[in-house]
């Protein structure tokens, strides 16, 4: 029984190290516990993210959601840190070479603007009111991704706010871990799931880009200003925008349906309980609520998915 108790505490602490920061472990809000007071105003805040969503999400010509940043209202002025990114990318670069490593961090930028995710800003722009996001590479072994840009939304100058300062965060994901864990191991089947790429499947509006802006080095060897088109991992709000649109189209699909046997409302209800961010967790109780599942999270994704199920 001791055994079984450790095993879930080091469970648990992983999924929290990973979403949080190392000194948010001691925030009593981290794990929803808050004032009175406070927790009117933090829901009072989210009430309002969750309305400025509503009111400017959209379907775009390419088919996909766009979403606009949710900001916080008399937050102080964000200003162009172009300095602070610049030292942060000579930091960057000389540890891309150190390791060997520098052309293949640039072949993922080159991906990202063949899939229109980042785009050149164009020079009749690049003195309108900005923001840059310093990045840094991570390392991921055995992975289809093994580099990836990471960028820091928590840069801050001195006496400026970081990007993350000025942005409502949403909902405090990690209180949904516990019940999402639980309804994995009531049933026969555990599903696992994820959407692939899922922040960048997401479209931003055209006047936030410019506060998503980054440098990095074109061909040439000259030194070139990029802006992200989609939702960015790393901004504190994006976990709360990938939530609401997928919340958002299970929501829309259920009003679709009109009773489409294929996809039944109790599996569409289940989704609506089972994401945690961009990853599924649930469980069935026979082969035929597999498959029902399977049609239904294939049909909802952007794109493909990577499914798998186990017996528990």
């Given amino acids: 029984m001791r055994e079984i108790s450790d095993n879930s505490t080091l469970l648990l602490t992983s999924m929290l190290n990973k ?13 929803g516990i808050l004032d009175p007071s406070e927790k009117k105003n933090r829901l009072e805040l989210q009430e309002e993210a969750r309305d400025h969503f509503l009111s400017t999400a959209k379907v775009n010509e390419e ?8 900001w916080l209202d008399n937050h102080l002025p964000l200003k162009d840190n172009h300095y ?5 990318l000579d930091f960057t670069v000389k540890r891309l070479e150190a390791e ?6 640039g072949e993922v930028f080159n991906e990202f603007k063949r899939e229109s995710i980042i785009e050149v800003v164009p020079k009749s722009e690049i003195d309108l009111p900005c923001h840059y996001l310093p990045h840094r590479h991570v390392i991921k072994e055995n992975s289809t991704t093994r580099i990836r840009p990471v960028f820091d939304a928590s840069a801050k100058q001195k006496g400026s706010p970081s990007l993350n300062d000025c942005l409502e965060k949403g909902l405090n994901l990690i ?11 009531m049933n026969r089947i555990g599903v696992s799931a994820d959407i692939r790429k899922a922040f960048l499947q997401i479209c931003v509006y055209p006047k936030d880009k410019d506060y998503l ?12 200003c990029y802006r992200h088109c989609r939702v960015v991992f790393g901004v504190t709000s994006s976990p709360f925008l990938l939530v609401s649109v997928i919340q958002y189209l299970l929501e829309s699909t ?14 569409i209800e289940q989704l609506k309980k089972s994401f945690y961010v961009d990853n599924c967790l649930a469980s069935v109780k026979n082969e035929l609520e597999l498959q029902q599942f399977i049609q239904c999270f294939r049909y909802l994704s952007y794109k493909e998915t990577r499914i798998t199920w186990l017996g528990i």
């Fill in 254 to 267: 259920l009003k679709e349906l009109n009773g489409n046997p294929k996809y039944t409302v109790d599996i």
């Fill in 63 to 70: 088919g996909r959601f766009q979403v606009s940043l949710p």
């Fill in 213 to 224: 802006r980054f440098l990095w080095y074109g061909t040439d060897g000259k030194l070139k």
């Fill in 100 to 105: 060997k490593l520098y052309d293949a961090y």
């Fill in 175 to 185: 209180e949904l871990v516990p019940s999402i864990l639980h309804r994995f191991r």
């Fill in 19 to 31: 979403e949080a920061l190392i000194s948010h472990l001691w925030s009593l809000d981290t794990l």
């Fill in 84 to 88: 602070l990114a610049v030292k942060r």
